[in-house]
């Protein structure tokens, strides 16, 4: 039997496709989506009061790898670019706030955008080539200037320290000095919840569904009239923006830039938290980065229980296998779910819409 218009027997969010774009930009905001997001936003208040420090630092590492996979996401996922070279603009968003912060005596709140912008001038000209090449071509010019990266901060020792790199002072915001995990987590986490909120409502836009239009079929974007390298640049720079801003928490927080810290190890991390996270989706990079961060510490854990418990010779081989068990868990889990953790919740979601009836 057909329902009346706008009328459904699970209520009037269940089972009713959205009719236009504002419907469905309405369900988006709805009472309980908000309702979830403001319960997210208690509970990272309250998590340096209630939690140690060691989780107090997992908590700041997992929201810098958030900044700058939601970067990559928003030029590998939405955009359809591939770069296996992102960490470079992490370290050159690093070491221009380290420059900016111990030669230049910068605060911390002029130095942090100065790395994002340095990184992002950085990632446009990257970018240059995406016009005429993309695909593995792209990806190998990434790369590239992941060892010209390099191959620049260990031969200017003069600026960048060389190989030892450069110490970075504590932030400090009038005569409160950020020196501890527990203060930086003021800093760090407010920048990483306001730029995923940047980043989602980002494709709520013109150029967000320029980016997205380019990934789909860049040519039948041109058709419509949409300027192919103009929005690919700038999807490098945003993305390269992301990445500076990391980079840049990442000095304050370690108090160094150290070239070792953004090897080709720290791109190819971060574009596998995209691949499990899901590409094409800001929640997928939160979850892909948190997958990727608590996993090996998890595994670390889980050798120093097996030592306690007298099984010492098991903990060294399983702490010697760890990198291996790691690669054998993603990629296990990109043979049953290669749609990333994002797939699951909104399975999940679909399947709660829809509780207590059979989907």
């Not at 070239?259 to 596998?272: N, R």
């Not at 903990?315 to 790691?326: G, H």
């Amino acid at each position: 039997m057909n329902s009346p218009a706008g009328f459904s027997l699970l209520g009037p969010r269940f089972g009713v496709l959205p009719r236009s774009h504002a419907d469905a930009e309405r369900r988006l905001d709805s009472p309980l989506r908000r309702a979830g997001f403001g319960a997210l936003l208690a509970a990272l208040v309250l998590l340096p009061f209630v939690a140690d420090g060691y989780i107090v630092y997992m908590a700041c590492l997992v929201a810098i790898t958030v900044i700058s996979v939601v970067g990559l996401n928003i030029l590998t996922g939405y955009t359809g670019l591939l770069s296996i070279g992102h960490a470079a603009f992490n370290g050159v968003g690093a070491f221009a706030c380290a420059v900016a912060a111990t030669h230049w005596g910068l605060p911390f709140w002029l130095a942090i955008p100065f790395g994002g912008l340095v990184a992002s001038a950085a990632g446009v000209l990257v970018g240059l080539p995406s016009l005429r090449i993309k695909g593995l071509y792209l990806a190998i010019a990434t790369l590239a200037a992941q060892f010209i990266f390099l191959f620049v901060v260990q031969h200017w020792a003069s600026v960048t320290g060389g190989d030892r790199g450069l110490q970075v002072p504590s932030p400090q915001l009038g005569g409160l000095r950020l020196d501890s995990d527990f203060r930086l987590y003021w800093l760090i986490v407010p920048i990483a919840v306001a730029m995923c909120v940047f980043a989602a409502n980002l494709f709520r836009t013109r150029i967000g569904r320029a980016f997205i239009a380019v990934r789909e079929r860049d040519y039948s974007a041109e058709v419509l009239g949409i300027d192919l390298l103009r929005t690919k640049l700038l999807s490098f720079a945003l993305a390269s923006f992301y990445a500076g801003i990391a980079g840049a928490l990442m000095a304050y927080f370690f108090r160094i830039a150290n070239p070792e810290q953004y090897g080709f190890g720290a791109s190819i991390l971060q574009l596998t938290a995209v691949i499990v996270g899901g590409l094409g989706s800001i929640l997928g990079s939160v979850l892909g980065s948190l997958f990727m961060v608590a996993l090996p510490e998890a595994l670390k854990g889980l050798a120093t229980a097996l030592a306690g418990a007298d099984s010492a010779r098991v903990a060294v081989l399983l702490a010697s296998a760890r990198e291996l068990v790691f690669g054998l868990l993603i990629v296990g889990f990109l043979l049953f779910e290669p749609f990333g953790l994002a797939e699951i919740v909104r399975r999940l979601r679909a399947r709660l819409a829809v509780w207590p009836f059979r989907s």
